[in-house]
């Protein structure tokens, strides 16, 4: 039964990889995948559990158990306790990605983004990508990757009206948001896992994974500065003197601004 979780992991894991060509969601593969090993792990715990270090754990500290059959203490562990405790390390991260999700989208309704928008002056292409990347990388630290990708990107079409170098820039604007999201404990779904199950902490994923982050931008986005040449042609802006009551002025952008960024950064310094 072991081999055949094995299995059914690697087949799961692939159909994840694979999620564009199979036009299979991964949420979809990911927890079918989930469902089915966890089947199996109950078909075959008599196999599987008996040598089981957290299960003889739990057998020490629950005595009560001890007493019965050796099935129903299969049952008792997978079902009271492991389940119980991964849903709640999933749930932890629900819970933070929802916050964060959350003070994000009111940050960009009341137009906090602007104030790092307003200040790109540059029209060479070449600058931008740059700017932007490093942009991006420090934000992907604060922000988680997919988020800070959105917002870039959506910032994009606010600055080059080209589709094309859009999508080029888009491109490393994906690599730079990855890159940066996997030094800083809450800028990556994955990092944020370890951060919350105390594999590692703060100070030390800063310090240990800093450097090689920052080369692996580094080195993509000089590849690709030599292949972007001149300038860049901004997007018409369209008027927008409807609502002028219900547009944020520039104190209500700043204080939303720096709240939300303010909010996401104490979440690692006040855990405790």
Do not use: C
Not at 88 to 93: L, P, S, V
Not at 159 to 181: E, L, P, Q, T, Y
């Amino acid at each position: 039964m072991f081999i055949a979780m094995v299995v059914v992991f690697i087949l799961g894991y692939t159909a994840i990889a694979l999620e564009h060509p199979l036009k299979i969601d991964k949420a979809a593969s990911a927890l079918i995948t989930s469902v089915i090993v966890w089947v199996l792990l109950i078909f075959g715990a008599s196999q599987i559990l008996p040598g089981n270090e957290r299960f003889r754990e739990f057998l020490t500290m629950n005595p009560d158990f001890a007493n019965l059959p050796q099935a129903k203490q299969f049952i008792h562990f997978l079902v009271d306790h492991e389940i119980i405790e991964h849903l709640g390390e999933i749930g932890e991260i629900l819970f933070f990605l929802w916050g964060a999700m959350t003070i994000v989208e009111t940050v960009d309704t009341h137009q906090g983004f602007r104030i790092i928008t307003d200040r790109i002056k540059t029209k060479n292409k070449v600058s931008l990508l740059w700017l932007l990347s490093f942009l991006t990388f420090f934000m992907s630290a604060v922000l988680d990757n997919l988020t800070t990708t959105i917002v870039m990107v959506t910032l994009l079409n606010k600055i080059i009206k080209d589709k094309h170098d859009r999508w080029f820039f888009a491109s490393m604007i994906v690599i730079a948001a990855n890159a940066g999201g996997a030094w800083s404990p809450i800028g990556d779904v994955t990092t944020i896992m370890l951060w919350i199950g105390g594999q590692v902490t703060t100070l030390k994923i800063i310090v240990g994974v800093f450097v090689v982050s920052l080369v692996n931008m580094i080195i993509p986005l000089i590849i690709v500065s030599f292949m972007v040449k001149g300038h860049f042609e901004p997007p018409e802006l369209k008027d927008e003197n409807e609502d002028d009551h219900l547009r944020p002025t520039p104190f209500e952008r700043k204080l939303l601004f720096f709240m939300g960024v303010g909010a996401l950064l104490f979440v690692p310094v006040l855990k405790p």
